[in-house]
């Protein structure tokens, strides 16, 4: 039987004479090692070498679905998103190229005009993760026209809102509920553009049944679209921190 | 047959105006108004937000006096929520306005209407501007430059941003004053004030250059309003309304700025997007009214430090009662840029503005409505807002200070219009007259409207049948 023809690097047979589960790799020219089933990224973040991400969250399932993530691999002729594409032997990937930044840019701002991102009177201005992204991927403007859509803020919660205006669609809120909380209060309703997160069945926020008000969709939200109530313009700081020990933590109970 | 003068747009104003003058078979000018051009729609737009986000949000109406709105807009806020601000929450907040009211000020007097007062109302166009100002007296040009710079790194110095910071917040503020920043502005203060004085002993100088203009720019008998203490002393962020008539009478005071519907109306007119707002009490269009620098001074019976005091008499003992003319607020600024230098110099003494702790007051909202109001450079602001029990706005009002003069500005056109323009042709000097009464009152008419775009000034002159005769055009 033959390989299949996506994705069609070369394997070759370098791998015997290695300590099992080891492969090597090429990242932007550089020499890597990796274990058997990392992926591009994970392998990327190891060796300090940087790749965008946004729906990306260390902790959660990996979905793909920013695509800001996306590299080049030699002999693939399509770009493939580095947080679920998992590294083979002999793999030369690049993850810098006029090509690769110019199709991140053009999905920033395909984020950008989907939905109303106004940074400078939004509560996470100046610890937005889109923000930053921008900043660093030389955003200098949208070239789209804005679709400006009419969306509401839901603060019927006790303690936090939700203001679909500045929602990614990333779906953190809804692996963090669902993988770590165990509460899945969180979902998406509809498809494509008119995709929106949701609580239980399309509720209001403040009158889930399922949710524990523990905060974790806020804290993980890389925007302003989850906060907590009463924060002003800038002071919404996410704290993340806690991903890394929970998994630790549960990961030496078992 | 009768024609009519536009002037569009009106230059070296903030925001975007123009004025009409329609004449009459023999050349005389039988109408004048002053329109305001753009739409914002801020009051509409901020619907569904939620009220924690309004100080910013408001902010974005103006570039010069975003303090003010967010000011006006955290105190309504506060409201919502129920709270006590905490004293030295206050205390940083009045302060912060003082750096709003020293930039502001210093902007209007040098960079927009110290041409006129130094180069005279008929110069050459060219030169009638701050470029000129530098050529001609570059002591007065740097000094006004250098107070307007001061203002500035006041506002940096408590809010960390100089346009549009976000530090005022419902409940307080949301950083305490350092050390360093404290000592940063007490050592701006000298300076500063010296050259206050001096602009203020170069001005009451060359008054007397200006006696047309003090007879027509705006000089006939309204009403007054502006915030004062308990002791009717001058207030710019927390006080009582009053309100005098043109003899110096006190008409209504100790009101709180929350029942502000009771007193002020609002009627529009067809020919501008600002509205007029009216002293209730004396119906439209006889509660005209006037707010602003000089509108302050005539209303306070004081001003509560030694400097602006001595001054404030000075300015009073010019006419018997409340000077009439609005040329009087250039002057009135100056006077309130020494207020507030002095008013920082005595606030920063007090060790309380240091305190760390209790700088903000924390609650969900307990009220469904507030009321903010505070004296922005130009005038009273009122903030109105009205919010669900999420706290996300249902409805917004506000009364901005530019508002307040809309019935006085036009009457002011009107009079300079009669006085200075007759005939077909319109002088040059005219003309910057009619923008120099506007000017006066160095209204914000992006804050007005609450829209983008530049400030060109036309004038048309429109003949009885409607008929366009003369336009002279200004770029913006």
């Not at chain 1, 839901?154 to 669609?169: G, K, P, Q, T, Y």
Request: aromatic share 8%; charged share 25%.
């Amino acid at each position: 039987m033959t390989i299949p023809a996506y994705p069609t690097f070369p394997r070759g047979d370098s791998e015997l004479g290695k300590p099992v589960g080891i492969l090597t790799l090429k990242i932007d020219d550089r020499d890597v090692s990796a274990r058997r089933g990392e992926t591009i990224l994970e392998v990327a973040r190891e060796n300090d070498i940087f790749i965008p991400t946004l729906c990306y969250l260390e902790g959660l399932s990996s979905l793909g679905a920013c695509r800001l993530c996306l590299v080049e691999i030699k002999g693939v002729t399509k770009l493939l998103p580095a947080c679920v594409t998992p590294v083979r032997q002999d793999m030369e990937v690049v993850t810098d190229s006029e090509r690769l930044r110019r199709y991140r840019r053009m999905i920033l701002e395909l984020i950008f005009s989907e939905r109303n991102h106004v940074c400078s009177v939004c509560v996470s201005n100046g610890h937005c993760e889109l923000q930053t992204l921008a900043q660093k991927l030389g955003m200098t403007h949208v070239r789209f026209d804005y679709l400006y859509p009419r969306l509401a803020i839901d603060a019927s919660h006790e303690r936090f809102s939700i203001d679909h205006n500045r929602c990614v669609l990333c779906m953190r809120c809804v692996r963090v509920c669902d993988e770590i909380e165990g509460a899945h209060t969180w979902d998406i309703m509809h498809r494509g553009i008119s995709a929106r997160v949701i609580t239980d069945l399309n509720q209001p926020w403040g009158e889930s049944e399922t949710c524990t008000g523990c905060s974790k969709c806020v804290q993980v939200c890389p925007t302003g679209a989850l906060s907590e109530k009463g924060k002003s313009v800038a002071e919404m700081v996410k704290h993340k921190e806690f991903l890394p020990y929970l998994q630790i933590m549960r990961r030496n109970e078992r | 047959m009768g024609k009519q003068l536009v002037i569009e747009p009106i230059t070296r104003i903030e925001g975007h105006g123009k004025i009409t003058i329609t004449l009459d078979d023999q050349g005389n000018v039988s109408d004048a108004k002053f329109h305001v051009t753009q739409f914002r729609g801020f009051e509409k737009f901020c619907e569904g937000r939620p009220y924690y986000e309004m100080p910013s949000l408001v902010e974005r109406i103006c570039g010069i006096c975003p303090i003010s709105h967010s000011l006006a807009s955290a105190k309504a806020c506060d409201a919502i929520l129920g709270v006590r601000v905490p004293e030295t929450a206050v205390k940083l907040r009045r302060l912060l306005n003082c750096g709003e009211f020293i930039g502001s000020h210093a902007l209007s007097f040098f960079h927009l209407s110290s041409p006129d007062l130094l180069l005279g109302m008929d110069a050459d166009p060219s030169a009638r501007n701050i470029m000129g100002v530098l050529e001609a007296n570059p002591t007065l040009a740097h000094d006004g430059i250098q107070l307007r710079k001061v203002g500035q790194l006041v506002i940096e110095a408590f809010a960390g941003k100089r346009i549009h910071p976000s530090w005022v917040v419902p409940g307080g503020v949301n950083a305490a004053l350092t050390r360093e920043d404290r000592d940063k502005i007490v050592g701006l203060l000298p300076e500063a004030k010296t050259a206050t004085l001096a602009a203020l002993g170069w001005f009451k100088d060359v008054l007397k250059n200006f006696r047309d203009e003090i007879a027509s720019f705006a000089n006939f008998p309204t009403l007054f309003m502006g915030l004062v203490k308990e002791d009717g002393n001058l207030a710019l962020t927390d006080g009582t309304l009053r309100v005098i008539d043109a003899k110096g009478q006190i008409v209504a005071e100790h009101i709180d700025p929350k029942d502000y519907a009771a007193y002020i109306g609002e009627s529009v007119e067809a020919f501008s997007y600002l509205k007029s707002p009216y002293y209730k009490p004396l119906g439209y269009p006889e509660g005209i009214y006037r707010v602003g620098p000089a509108a302050r001074l005539n209303v306070c019976s004081g001003c509560g430090t030694s400097l602006a005091d001595q001054e404030w008499a000075e300015f009073r003992s010019y006419e018997r009662g409340p000077l009439l003319s609005s040329f009087y607020n250039h002057y009135a600024r100056l006077i309130e840029i020494l207020y507030c230098l002095e008013t920082i110099e005595r606030l920063m003494a007090d060790p309380a503005i240091l305190n760390p702790e209790g700088i903000r007051a924390h609650a969900q909202p307990n009220f469904g409505e507030g009321i903010g109001c505070v004296e922005a450079p130009r005038g009273t602001l009122f903030h109105h807002y009205r919010v669900d029990r999420n706290g996300l706005m249902t409805w917004a009002n506000m009364i901005v200070a530019t508002g307040n003069n809309n019935l006085a500005m036009n009457r002011g056109v009107q009079q300079v219009a009669e006085r200075f323009i007759s005939g077909k042709e319109i002088s040059e000097g005219a003309l910057n007259r009619m923008e120099a009464v506007i000017r006066a009152f160095d209204p914000c008419l992006s804050c007005s409207t609450h829209a983008v775009g530049r400030m060109p000034l036309l004038i048309e002159l429109i003949a009885a049948d409607g008929t366009c005769l003369d336009t002279v055009q200004r770029g913006g």
